[in-house]
């Protein structure tokens, strides 16, 4: 079975190894000269995804950036971005490029798998597509499946063949066709439509956002009335089984932050998504203003930022909510602004007036006068003592997340000597 994987980026790339590793002949199609460097010439993952990083150095994925290399292949699984542009509008660019150069050389019995995350209707957009630019009908000469990617970055090795694999299909040739592909990995199938197809992939997603939205809310609104957040849910689902789902904290990254402008794109009733994003992207600032209101000025300030991928232990900086962070902590004028992030070098990082940065966490904690832990990595979980000893020297820490398992939002002296007392009562009783 001959397989291009087009778009060798967090999605493709991984699916792309694990394809090879199930016996297909893979060829990658990607337009980035430098993935194509990290995996044909220095043979390495261009980020991390753990379980990857021998497939990579064996060498048997080669990835070409002439999609007419692939004009042989059995499949095109479509792995390439579909951002939102600026205002609430899907950018369908990159599928579109794809497919029409597809239809240059698309034969009889080829399948195209769309694997990107689309809005309903793209599919029924990309046969329309296909059958205006070719003499090909769709499940008759040609075949065309919508099969989502739902695997979580960073467990992609396991989740690739764990997921069942929703294969939505017009057509019973398409479906089967979909499904000897991804027998490969020993997926489950299930098969539905195509519009069904895109719709599971969206809401896994945009139910995410909204309950990490719920969160949210309650957490700002809890601090304004001086209520701790994590006090408030832990004491909601302790012994309780209808329980509030996720913590507080920045919620974006590239997939979460833009599906549910698909949605409030397309549909009136996905308008209160819009809401739930006005939540989620208010939260830097609300923290930045609540630093201020509980302890005067952050301006001369020398302030910490720890963490600045868009979530816990990864590299992947797209769509974090950290940079908006730091703009609002400039505005604020501080003496300085130091971020640290160890999965992280320097050109990740936006550059921003005064900025520095450091992959070391003691070099950014010194000195500190304000901490804010804007991604929970396990490395402050397991070093919280050194984020805590900040504070006895007169820093103040912000922690939405909770990462010094303080229940605190914000922690300084008093507020230490506070939970202290707390958890001596808690004992006592
Ligand atoms: N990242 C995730 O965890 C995740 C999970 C599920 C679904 N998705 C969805 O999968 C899709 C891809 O996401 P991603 O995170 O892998 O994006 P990505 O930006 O990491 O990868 C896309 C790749 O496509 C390449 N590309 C763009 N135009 C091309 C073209 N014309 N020909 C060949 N290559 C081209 C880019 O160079 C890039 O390497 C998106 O629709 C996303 O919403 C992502």
């Given at each position: ?8 980026g ?7 190894l694990?394809?090879i ?7 990658g ?24 990083d ?20 059995d499949y095109?699984?479509v792995?390439?971005g579909?951002p ?19 239809c ?9 798998v ?5 809005a ?11 059958e205006s630019?070719t ?8 075949f065309?499946?919508?099969?989502p990617e ?5 467990k ?11 294969i ?12 000897r ?7 489950e ?5 195509w ?19 719920v ?20 004491l ?24 549910f402008g698909?949605?409030?794109e397309n ?13 989620n ?15 005067g000025?952050?301006n ?8 600045y ?11 974090s909510?950290a ?14 602004i130091v ?5 992280l070098?320097v050109?990740h990082?936006?550059?921003c ?26 490395l402050?979980?397991?070093q ?5 000893a900040?504070v006895?020297?007169g820093?103040?820490?912000?922690d ?6 303080q ?7 008093e ?14 009783a």
């Amino acid at each position: 079975m001959k397989v291009a994987v087009i778009g060798t980026g967090r999605v493709g790339l991984p699916l792309a190894l694990s394809l090879i590793d199930c016996g297909a002949q893979v060829l990658g199609v990607d337009l980035s000269e430098q993935t194509r460097h990290a995996i044909n010439v220095e043979r390495r993952m261009p980020f991390d995804e753990p379980g990857y990083d021998e497939l990579a150095a064996s060498g048997k994925l080669h990835i070409t950036g002439n999609i007419r290399d692939a004009a042989d292949c059995d499949y095109f699984i479509v792995t390439v971005g579909t951002p939102l542009r600026a205002h609430i509008e899907t950018d369908l660019s990159f599928v579109t490029k794809v497919i029409e150069s597809i239809c240059e050389f698309l034969a009889p019995g080829q399948t195209i798998v769309m694997r990107s995350t689309t809005a309903p209707k793209t599919t029924a957009f990309v046969a329309s597509l296909i059958e205006s630019r070719t003499f090909h009908k769709v499940g008759r000469d040609v075949f065309l499946a919508c099969c989502p990617e739902r695997i979580v970055e960073g467990k992609a090795r396991e989740e690739l063949h764990q997921l069942p694999q929703i294969i939505g299909t017009e057509d019973s040739a398409s479906a089967q066709s979909a499904e000897r592909l991804f027998a490969l990995l020993g997926a489950e199938p299930l098969h539905c439509n195509w519009a069904t197809a895109e719709l599971v992939k969206l809401f896994c997603n945009v139910s995410r956002y909204a309950y990490f939205g719920v969160i949210n809310a309650l957490s700002m609104i809890a601090l304004d009335q001086n209520v701790e957040p994590h006090e408030v849910i832990e004491l909601a689902n302790r012994d309780y089984p209808r329980k509030l789902h996720g913590k507080p904290g920045f919620t974006a990254g590239t997939c979460l932050r833009k599906d549910f402008g698909m949605l409030a794109e397309n549909y009136w009733s996905g308008g209160f998504l819009t809401e739930i994003w006005r939540i989620n992207e208010s939260l830097p600032k609300y923290l930045v203003d609540l630093a201020k209101n509980r302890y005067g000025t952050l301006n001369g300030k020398r302030i910490a930022v720890l963490g600045y991928s868009f979530k816990r232990d990864a590299d992947d900086v797209r769509d974090s909510l950290a940079p908006k962070l730091i703009r609002y902590l400039s505005r604020e004028t501080p003496a300085s602004i130091v971020v640290s992030d160890h999965h992280l070098s320097v050109n990740h990082i936006e550059p921003c007036p005064g900025l520095q940065f450091t992959p070391d966490m003691d070099t950014a904690l010194r000195n500190a006068d304000f901490i804010f832990i804007a991604t929970n990595h396990t490395l402050y979980i397991d070093q919280r003592d050194k984020i805590l000893a900040t504070v006895n020297r007169g820093a103040r820490v912000i922690d939405i997340w909770d990462t010094c398992g303080q229940n605190r939002a914000t922690i300084d002296t008093e507020s230490l000597a506070r939970q202290k007392s707390f958890q001596l009562r808690r004992t006592a009783a």
